[in-house]
């Protein structure tokens, strides 16, 4: 063996043994969280068959039949400013994902010097000689002065730098993936937040509707027991009704009239409330409204489970969350390797502007290669490959219990349509029944044989029956609408397709000269 091959093996072996001692003391091994089993074969609460995805917003708005609420769920996919701030952070994803990408692609860029020294002149004293000494005589000497001139200096240079980092670990590849996983996440948020907004709009008209249908009813009732007072009156006016009679059915109007006023509130607060869905002034917009009795109740079927986990935004953003970390993770781990990071410069230099560019021998050239390899940091690269490491932990959980959520939300919500119905039926029953008491009651208060008590035990009956029924309606026709987010809101595999072309496309655009 050479000396020169000697050499060299001794120097692989010394960079080996360094590599060793600096990676001894890390922990780099990773096991990573087991995700969530297969879900369940079929939803508790409906028949185990396939059905496909239901429609977006605004097909969905349209089931219901009411052209004011499908004009108010079009303007809100429109003009939300909910779905505005999604749409940006859209943007900035594809930006971040341009941004941490960057490391892949040398950098390049122009150096120009144009530099004057100027050393200033001085004078000076070289020395003094002696013709000879006479101790009776006065002694003959002579100096010698030199002045310096002033001098400038001019450098000048133009010339391009260029570094690059090979990436051998591939830390900056999965830097850059993060990044364009996250862009992913971003759209898949944009879906949730118009999935969430198209919910409020519809609640916020269901409970404009109900608002006015309780009015409808206070007002009924209150004119029902204003009725009752003057029968009541019309009897003491012939003795056949006390001081008492006349005070019980007056606390009966007076609270029949009290409930004016709260519903009254919630009517013109919900319809302000829609007006923030909408992106506007609540003095801008007016809501017709009219009756929860006169909307179509949507028929929907949820399908399996496995379909509605892949029509859920939410779960392919907790999804893509996950993935995008894991690529932290490698980032982290790549960390603890050697760099190797390459720079060089080539360019004109010369003393005078006008050779800068005509001598050949003005060219300058500077190749350099710089190997980093971390020895001791105070456990820091560790600490943040634990980080990472903990972080993908925390995402993998978060992502099981999204799937848990999603399937508990969809059994919630066709629980709450099938129970809501059942309720309706019954306080419908109840509210024919009511009605009937009551009729019955105020035929034999005008023959004179009724009690009071029984009278007024007849009224609140009917009165809180039928607003009992009317906040049931409005928690079915809500229930429809929790199971239209509960399914993922028209949201499909196939749009997640196209979620993700479409980030890879914003990727690929404006990102700058490199291939």
């Known amino acids: ?141 002579t100096s ?85 007072m003057d029968a009541i009156n019309a009897r003491l006016e012939v003795g056949v009704a006390t001081v008492l009679d006349i005070s019980q059915q007056q606390t009966i109007l007076a609270q029949q009239q009290a409930t004016i006023p709260p519903l009254e509130q919630t009517l013109r607060q919900t319809r302000n409330n829609l007006s923030v869905l909408l992106g506007q002034t609540p003095e801008s917009m007016t809501i017709k409204g009219g009756s929860l009795t006169q909307l179509a109740f949507p028929r929907i079927a949820p399908g399996l489970p496995s379909e509605v986990l892949l029509r859920r935004p939410d779960v392919a953003e907790a999804e893509a969350r996950l993935a995008s970390q894991e690529f932290s993770v490698l980032q982290a781990r790549a960390a603890f390797f050697p760099s190797l990071s390459l720079t060089s410069l080539y360019g004109f230099q010369s003393a005078l502007l006008s050779t800068l560019l005509l001598r050949p021998d003005a060219i300058g050239l500077q190749l350099a290669g710089t190997l980093t390899q971390p020895l001791f940091d105070g456990w820091n690269l560790q600490g943040q490959y634990d980080f990472q490491k903990g972080r993908y932990s925390e995402l993998a959980a978060l992502y099981r219990k999204q799937i848990l959520t999603a399937l508990s939300e969809t059994e919630n919500a066709l629980i709450a349509i099938r129970e809501t119905d059942r309720q309706m ?50 928690s079915h026709f809500q229930a429809a609408t929790s199971l239209y987010q509960a399914l993922g809101g028209g949201w499909s595999p196939t749009t997640r397709e196209i979620e993700i072309a479409r980030s890879n496309a914003a990727y690929e655009a404006d990102r700058g000269p490199w291939p």
């Open 1 to 141: 063996m050479t000396a020169s091959a000697l050499s060299r093996s001794t120097r692989l072996a010394l960079a080996a043994a360094t590599l060793a001692a600096a990676l001894a003391g890390c922990d780099l091994e990773w096991d990573k969280p087991k995700l969530s089993a297969p879900p369940p074969a079929r939803f508790v609460e409906a028949k185990p068959h396939p059905a496909p995805s239901i429609s977006g917003g605004r097909d969905f708005a349209v089931k219901f039949g009411s052209k004011e609420l499908t004009q108010l769920v079009e303007r809100a996919l429109d003009d939300n400013l909910d779905i505005a701030a999604a749409i940006a952070r859209i943007a900035e994803a594809d930006a971040q994902a341009r941004i941490s990408s960057a490391a892949l692609w040398p950098s390049v860029s122009m150096t120009d010097i144009a530099r004057t020294t100027r050393t200033p002149g001085t004078t000076i004293n070289v020395g003094s000689a002696s013709s000879g000494f006479n101790p009776a005589t006065s002694s003959t000497s």
């Open 425 to 474: 039926k019954f306080l419908s029953v109840a509210v024919s029944a009511a009605r009937r008491a009551l009729d019955a009651a105020e035929m034999t208060l005008r023959e004179g044989t009724i009690d009071i008590v029984t009278l007024a035990q007849t009224q609140t009956s009917y009165f809180q029956t039928q607003d009992q029924l009317a906040i049931a309606r409005l």
């Open 144 to 228: 010698t002065t030199t002045t310096a001139r002033a001098r400038n200096f001019g450098f000048f240079q133009l010339g391009l730098t260029a570094s690059y980092e090979v990436d051998f670990w591939g830390k900056n590849e999965d830097a850059s993936m993060a990044a364009r996983i996250l862009a992913n996440v971003s759209r898949f948020d944009r879906n949730v937040v118009e999935i969430s907004t198209v919910a409020a709009v519809l609640n916020a008209y269901f409970q404009v509707l109900t608002a006015q249908d309780r009015l409808r009813i206070a007002r009924q009732n209150v004119t029902i027991a204003q009725q009752v």
